[in-house]
């Protein structure tokens, strides 16, 4: 690995979070492309175990929006 | 949060690995900042300690 | 409800160091409930081992189960095929159910994941107290439903002590004095006469370690 490109996880709430993701593409806003985004119904559905999980996956920071 | 930044810790996954974001619908600005900051944060820190063993 | 500690995950790890393939086994009923041996718990000490051995470079194979409950031979038995699959297995049940486990399966090494600590209630979210010492000859009746055995820091039938400071206990300000507490529950009830009486020595007798009791139902069958 010589280039090192983190993998950001997103868990994001689906009214607020991912509707903001949404928002900031279509107004063409420059964002991190290391960020793969999970939508979910709520975040309030978020438990320690899914992040645990994608550390365990590889994953390299993690962060919930909602 | 803190549960889960305590139980990374202990693993020896440094928590500043993971965070947690408000924000509402009409946010972006929010969300790209937060998307820049962990993105920021990850090339800071490294590779995740697990995948760097890896072959 | 029995009410535990989950063991640093550091104590986890060196017991079962040099082993590969284990099985960790959740119990469904107190520990589910004060969130640190149910189904989820079990989940996140799986996560967490493979992470440290992640780390390490290594990899190690980790099956998980929870049982209704681990102090039944009902449920243990469940585990029968698959438990031979795994070096170790960690249970994170209470130390009675960890007990059971390991004399059902005494060809199989297993370790507790969990710090038993008291017979207690749910006083708030996340919050578990002590409310009883199973010490086999209740006295409720007399204390007006609060147990100095337990609550009271020296254990004192008959009090308060001199210590007792504003509702305090005089062993710490944190702690509330169990006879003040009686007190003032009895009383509420009006009851306060039976504060006067003095409680002869507490038949101690009856704590026989360790404790066995038989249903009368099943008396015969003994
Ligand atoms: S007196 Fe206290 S310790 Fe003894 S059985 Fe009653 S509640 Fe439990
Ligand atoms: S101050 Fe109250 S609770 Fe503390 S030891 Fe004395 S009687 Fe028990």
């Known amino acids: 690995m010589n280039e090192f490109e983190p993998k950001v ?46 550390f365990e996956g590889g994953a390299d920071a993690v962060f919930v929006a909602g | 949060m803190q549960y889960a930044k305590k139980l990374l ?12 974001f408000n924000m509402g619908a009409s946010d972006a600005q929010k969300f790209t900042g937060a998307s820049d900051k962990m993105t920021e944060r990850a090339r800071e820190l490294g590779p995740n300690p697990i995948t760097a063993k890896k072959p | 409800m029995i009410v535990a500690d ?29 969130m640190v041996g149910g189904e989820k718990e079990v989940e996140i000490l799986a996560s967490q081992l493979r992470m440290a051995a992640g780390k390490e470079g290594k990899k190690i194979e980790i099956g998980e189960a929870t ?22 297995v960690v249970s994170m049940a209470c130390g009675a159910g960890v007990q059971f486990l390991a004399e059902m399966y005494d060809h199989k090494i297993v370790l507790p994941a969990t710090n038993t600590r008291f017979i207690g209630v749910t006083e ?22 609060i ?35 009686i007190y003032n529950r009895l009383n ?17 007798n009856v704590q026989t370690r360790p404790g066995r009791r038989i249903h009368e139902a099943f008396k015969e069958k003994e």
């Open chain 1, 9 to 54: 996880v997103a868990f994001c709430c689906q009214y607020c979070a991912y509707s903001a993701a949404d928002l900031a593409g279509s107004m063409r806003l420059q964002y991190s492309p290391n960020v793969r985004i999970v939508k979910l119904m709520c975040t309030g559905k978020v438990d320690v175990i899914h992040l645990l999980k994608a």
């Open chain 2, 9 to 20: 810790d202990e693993v020896g996954i440094d928590s500043r690995r993971v965070e947690m």
């Open chain 3, 6 to 34: 989950r063991k640093p995950l550091e104590q986890i790890s060196s017991m079962i160091e040099g082993n590969n393939k284990i099985l960790i086994v959740g119990c469904g009923e107190c520990v589910s409930v004060c």
């Open chain 3, 67 to 88: 049982l209704e409950r681990q102090c039944d031979k009902e449920y243990l038995e469940l585990l029968k095929d698959r438990i031979e699959n795994y070096d170790v």
């Open chain 3, 124 to 145: 708030g979210e996340g919050v578990w107290t002590e409310r009883c010492r199973a010490c086999s000859d209740c006295v409720l009746a007399e204390t007006g439903g």
């Open chain 3, 147 to 181: 147990c100095p055995v337990t609550i009271c820091a020296k254990g004192l039938l008959n009090g308060p002590c001199g210590g007792t400071n504003d509702g305090k206990c005089e062993v710490s300000k944190e702690k509330d004095c169990a006879w003040t507490l």
């Open chain 3, 188 to 204: 509420k009830l009006g009851r306060l006469d039976s504060i006067r009486e003095i409680f002869p020595a507490k038949k101690y």
